[in-house]
């Protein structure tokens, strides 16, 4: 197969020893974001920290916003993109969950802000460790929610997510999810683009969709500006609400194709890809049992793999990159043949499974040929998954798919008692 | 083939398909700049174009309680993202932590123990708590060349120096070009003579 030969070969990318947050920080400073907005205080990221700092630098053009808690961070996000700004902002755990009722808003709006969440745990009790209920409670709000396995992978998908957001197809916001410490506060060292390739590929600052009204009987920018006004989101019962939640899940339906040519692009302006953008298969064509993860901890099980393969397992696993929308068609194509299936969630819906769990015995259920599937949850408030924990599960999956059965679906691992 | 080294002896005189892949665990005190030298270590070697990862034991930091960092370093990318758990070498900052059965803690098999040390160099095996031959250890007096150089008793660059001279994994070129990216000229020039320092006066305990 004919090697791609990167746009921007590595030796031309600059390095950088950077931590995640600051990998994300730096993302957004190339990205020509016209608003950031924030809450500085805990549950807050170093991510906006290092971004105020480009700004008082006057190295952005960027209008810094620091708000007084999350929920208006993101009602000012809203606002700015609203009036056509390319907008973003960051939280963690507890300060996603104050943006909750915001979030909504900014989906159905159609605005393509970028949020990074660096995924914590939920209080109580109090934790600032990693692990996905948080991303998790923002499911059904209509995001776009991508999760990171490595520094370099959050640098990346931060500039990938405004393209993907502003795509005319998805108009949707995007968060970008990455592990709290384990990537957040993990030095690795990245390669970056120059400023102004990052400037092209996003095709410079952000482009206005078009939308018609009647008043003009022609079409205006899609957004709020006093020469040609607009309104946007106003009272809409049953006459047309449910419409326009339709015109929300068509857009989800492009989103695969959109998030798959972004990937595309990238690899070939930097030579680096994520799978296919959406999910990242590793040793599953003629594996038996096949491990499926989000976020960090999709590295340490692939070492995992390479280990068990050394010693002739046939083992496999999946990276989940995109949790929203979820790629059930591509998951359960994936998994065809397969005899046991072990999900991994780093959360727990309390009263049902783990999150990623649902979406993918769901994705198999009209599959002809079901593997047998296990719900690991693990990790939960940053507890380490370690290769030997990992190990440990990979070879229980080899008995049950030996024996055929599954004794409990779901098995909590790495916990006392 | 590729066999992957994790023993330090060999390191020196890795040759072809070899892959280098270390794993180190700093212990000192919180204040006591245990995270910077642990990422100033992974920028050196990311100057030699190693992969690298640098991180804290995650928890807030308390001035004074004993904390960790840890460095992973490559000639592949790393993949894993969890706790280092058999380091190939431990670093004491901090003598008064040497009692510690953390200290060995997951350490391999004869894998390496860099301290600040400066009493009779025989002793320092009851002081660790371990047998003669079960690790290689190092002692460097960090704390009086600190104390001499610097002025404080600051000794995570001259465990830096010292680990170098144990396990010549980086250049101590690469190191002082970490450390004036680090610090501003004056304290990185003091920096960089306690780590040349902390090099020549360490000793392997025989």
């Known amino acids: ?417 | 083939m590729i066999s992957y080294v994790s023993h330090m002896l060999v390191l020196p005189y890795v040759v072809g398909d070899v892959v280098l892949f270390v794993e180190i665990r700093w212990h000192g005190r919180g204040g006591q700049g245990v995270w910077t030298v642990s990422n100033l270590l992974a920028v050196a070697a990311s100057y030699e174009d190693k992969y690298v990862q640098s991180f804290p034991a995650f928890g807030p930091e308390r001035s004074g309680a004993p904390v960790l960092a840890f460095t992973r370093i490559s000639d592949e990318p790393i993949e894993i993202h969890s706790m280092v758990y058999e380091p190939d070498a431990v670093v004491v900052l901090d003598c008064t932590l040497l009692g510690s059965r953390a200290i060995v803690e997951g350490l391999k098999k004869n894998g390496t123990i860099v301290t600040n040390y400066e009493d009779e160099p025989s002793k320092v095996y009851g002081v660790i708590g371990v047998e003669k031959g079960e690790y290689r250890i190092y002692t460097c007096p960090a704390s009086r060349l600190a104390l001499e150089v610097l002025k404080r008793p600051i000794t995570n660059t001259a465990m830096l120096g010292s680990l170098l001279k144990a396990l010549p994994i980086v250049k101590l070129e690469s190191v002082f070009k970490a450390i004036e990216k680090r610090f501003p000229g004056p304290i990185a020039e003091k920096n960089i003579e306690l780590v040349k320092r902390a090099y020549n006066e360490t000793q392997e305990v025989k």
């Open chain 1, 1 to 417: 197969m004919a090697q791609t030969i990167p746009h921007v070969p590595p030796e031309k990318q600059l390095l950088l020893n950077v931590n995640g947050d600051e990998a994300v920080a730096y993302a957004v400073k190339q990205s020509l974001v016209d608003v950031v907005s924030a809450y500085p205080i805990t549950p807050q990221t170093i991510i906006v920290e290092k971004f105020s700092e480009f700004v008082a630098n006057g190295e952005v053009h960027t209008e810094f916003v620091a708000v007084e808690s999350e929920h208006s961070a993101m009602s000012v996000c809203v606002g700015a993109a609203a009036a056509g700004a390319r907008a973003f902002t960051a939280t963690s755990s507890q300060g996603l969950a104050l943006m909750w009722e915001i979030l909504y808003i900014a989906s159905a709006l159609r605005l393509p802000i970028v949020l990074a969440v660096v995924n914590r745990a939920l209080s109580a009790p109090i934790n600032i460790h990693c692990d996905h209920n948080d991303a998790y409670g923002m499911r059904d709000s209509g995001w776009i929610q991508l999760f990171v396995e490595n520094v370099q992978e959050a640098y990346d998908t931060t500039i990938q997510a405004f393209k993907i957001a502003e795509d005319e197809n998805v108009l949707l916001p995007v968060a970008v999810n990455l592990d709290g410490f384990f990537l957040s506060h993990t030095l690795e060292n990245i390669r970056i683009l120059p400023d102004n390739v990052v400037h092209e590929f996003l095709g410079g600052h952000r482009k206005l969709a078009k939308t018609r009204v009647d008043y003009l009987d022609g079409e205006v920018p899609f957004a709020l500006n006093p020469a040609c006004p607009l309104s946007i989101g106003p009272l809409d019962l049953y006459d047309y609400y449910f419409e326009h939640k339709m015109h929300q899940v068509e857009a989800m339906k492009h989103v695969l194709q959109v998030v798959r040519k972004v990937n595309s692009e990238w690899y070939e302006l930097t030579g680096r890809k994520y799978g296919d953008g959406v999910l990242e298969p590793y040793e599953v064509e003629d594996a038996d049992v096949v491990v499926t993860v989000l976020g960090s901890t999709a590295g340490t099980v692939r070492s995992v793999v390479k280990k068990l393969r050394r010693e002739g397992k046939k083992v496999g696993m999946v990276k989940i990159r995109m949790f929203r929308p979820f790629p059930h068609k591509d998951i359960a194509e994936l998994l065809k043949g397969v005899k046991a299936v072990g999900v991994m969630d780093r959360g727990i819906s309390f009263g049902s499974y783990g999150q990623s769990y649902l979406e993918i015995a769901t994705a198999l259920y009209s599959s002809k040929e079901k593997p047998l599937l296990v719900n690991y949850i693990y990790g939960l408030g940053g507890r380490d998954a370690s290769p030997e924990l990992i190990e440990n599960f990979f070879k229980e999956l080899i008995g049950i798919a030996e024996k055929g059965y599954v004794e409990e679906e779901i098995r909590f691992i790495g916990v006392r008692g």
